[in-house]
């Protein structure tokens, strides 16, 4: 593969992994249907992206910066969203 | 950052966005409660995810390689559930 070719595809990936986000934080805000969303995997996801986030900083690069940022803000919409459906499913069982 | 430090970041990073995959895709199977996963993000994440790999293939990363082979595979569970589920709902609809 030529190297323009290689970023063009490093890009692509990058678009794509961060863009994927956008309908699932829609679908979550929207419906609220959280039941077959795993609060592991957002809590794990969440940290993850926040650490390329931190990653990105060290080593000035942009691009990283970028996409990281926004997924961090769409995972964290899912994960809040997933967290406040525990605790009312909680407080209605308690209650 | 010293640089020791900003690779264990990265692998850090890399170890938690991978594994974050495990428990949806195992609460995914278990319950095939997909209703609240987002069709289009599992799509466009699993695209991104191969053109990751391609690129980690490209620039021969190992950690790259790696990382998005085991998440190429835990959201292509992840897609195949929640392709086969709309597929019943049509079959419930139209049948």
């Known amino acids: 593969m030529s190297n323009s070719l290689i970023e ?3 890009y692509a ?3 794509s992994t961060t863009a994927a986000f956008i309908p699932q934080a829609w679908l979550s805000w929207r419906t609220r249907d959280l039941s077959g969303i795993s609060l592991p995997m957002y809590a794990l996801f969440t940290v993850g992206v926040a650490l390329w986030l931190v990653y ?5 690069c942009i691009p990283v ?5 926004i997924t961090l803000m769409l995972s964290s919409v899912v994960l809040s969203l997933k967290w406040l459906q525990i605790r ?3 407080a209605e069982t308690s209650g």
Not at 56 to 60: T, V
Not at 65 to 69: E, S
Request: aromatic share 6%; charged share 10%; net charge positive.
């Open 8 to 10: 063009i595809t490093g």
């Open 88 to 90: 009312k499913a909680r």
């Open 13 to 15: 990936a990058a678009f």
């Open 65 to 69: 910066i970028v996409a990281n940022a």
């Open 56 to 60: 990105g900083i060290a080593i000035a």
